[in-house]
């Protein structure tokens, strides 16, 4: 039997909570894509993988080489096209709901995080169906057109750690989700 799949978003933002310039990020993090590759192809059942959801622009902004991206389930929302399964490694979906819906029916998944973009991010936590959120905080401010929405109140530190991002000081954080009374 398998256990309850879990959501998480995994992100990187600035101190103002920039995460995206010109569709692209508003960074060069070699090291930081490194481990955000090994936490979202990590699971516990070695029978089981991750699902990485992301919108149309967050998926194009990705080069077409590592498309999709190995080792985890690629799901991506986009109006534009119809849900279809297009490779083992690729599914698309027209909302956000409908993703979550179609993962929560797939017995080897074991963890789906949310990988942006900003309107991604924001439907997942005003559908509250997040339970943990792994932020990479980057202590600098940078030029950017794309933010991360606050983090809601029902979310709670549960874990930081000072770090070194490539040249950048950044503390990675992880929130939870306070049980409903």
């Not at 549960?158 to 770090?163: G, I």
Request: with cysteine; aromatic share 8%; hydrophobic share 35%.
């Amino acid at each position: 039997m398998h256990g309850k799949m879990s959501i998480k978003i995994i992100v990187a933002y600035g101190r103002n909570h920039e995460i995206g310039y010109e569709n692209g990020m508003p960074w060069h993090l070699p090291n930081e894509l490194r481990w955000v590759s090994k936490v979202t192809r990590h699971t516990t059942d070695p029978q089981r993988r991750n699902a990485i959801v992301m919108g149309r622009r967050t998926w194009e902004s990705i080069p077409a080489k590592l498309r999709p991206l190995k080792g985890r389930l690629n799901v991506v929302v986009s109006h534009k096209s119809p849900q279809r399964l297009a490779s083992e490694n690729l599914l698309y979906c027209n909302s956000l709901e409908e993703a979550l819906s179609q993962l929560r029916h797939h017995a080897l998944i074991e963890t789906v995080f949310i990988f942006g973009g900003s309107t991604i991010y924001k439907q997942a936590l005003e559908l509250g169906v997040v339970d943990e959120i792994h932020a990479t905080e980057l202590q600098e401010s940078f030029t950017a057109d794309t933010f991360f929405p606050q983090i809601p109140p029902r979310y709670t530190l549960a874990t930081s750690e000072d770090v070194c991002v490539d040249h950048f000081q950044a503390r990675r954080a992880v929130y939870k989700r306070e049980p409903f009374l």
